[in-house]
């Protein structure tokens, strides 16, 4: 399972191994950051923050009419120096520009999964929203099934009271439900009764 973003000059990757563990690489402008973080830490709870373009678009409007009054600023001066005139096309150029990077600017939107020793954080437009949910929903799947499987496994030489605390923990926290905290607490008695 991988999942590779962009978000401007950011590019993250998200490979999944099968031996449980979660490969992280993330390469910025200067910096580079890789490490592997084993699924049981990762968070089982989604956070999403996402941001509106409005207030961009308000400023970039603001931009291009500036940009757009410097050149018509050109048209009706009179006289003036050639210097005045390419200071001011070349300064309504670089408002016009600036108006333009407000469109593209990438929004700092994100899918973070905490709740966990590690946090890991999404970008949550790329490739798509859809893609970046159901590969965090996949994660988390996995993580609480291992998670499971590891704190349910039934083994009379762990005292009861261990046991029964680790199913409460996993009750509390949405890895089984009252049915299979009924059924493992059985099986576990029974183990022990037959010990």
């Known amino acids: 399972m991988k999942l590779i973003q962009k978000s401007g000059i950011r590019r993250k990757e998200f490979e999944f191994l099968n031996n449980g563990e979660l490969i992280v690489k993330e390469k910025r402008f200067l910096k580079t950051t890789e490490f592997s973080v084993n699924i049981e830490h990762i968070g089982t709870k989604k956070h999403i923050e996402s941001h509106s373009r409005t207030g961009l678009k308000i400023v970039a409007s603001f931009f291009f009419l500036i940009a757009f009054s410097s050149w018509i600023a050109l048209f009706f001066e009179e006289k003036s120096e050639i210097s005045e005139n390419i200071l ?108």
């Open 88 to 195: 001011l096309a070349i300064s309504g150029l670089f408002i016009f520009g600036l108006g333009v990077s407000c469109f593209y600017a990438p929004l700092n939107n994100f899918l973070t999964l905490h709740g966990g020793q590690v946090n890991i954080q999404f970008f949550l437009d790329s490739p798509s929203r859809q893609n970046v949910e159901d590969f965090a929903d996949r994660i988390i799947k996995i993580s609480k099934e291992k998670i499971k499987k590891k704190y349910t496994r039934i083994d009379p030489d762990i005292p009861e009271d261990v046991f029964m605390q680790q199913l409460h923990w996993l009750l509390n926290n949405d890895y089984i439900n009252e049915q299979e905290y009924a059924e493992k607490k059985n099986d576990y008695k029974i183990s022990k009764l037959t010990r």
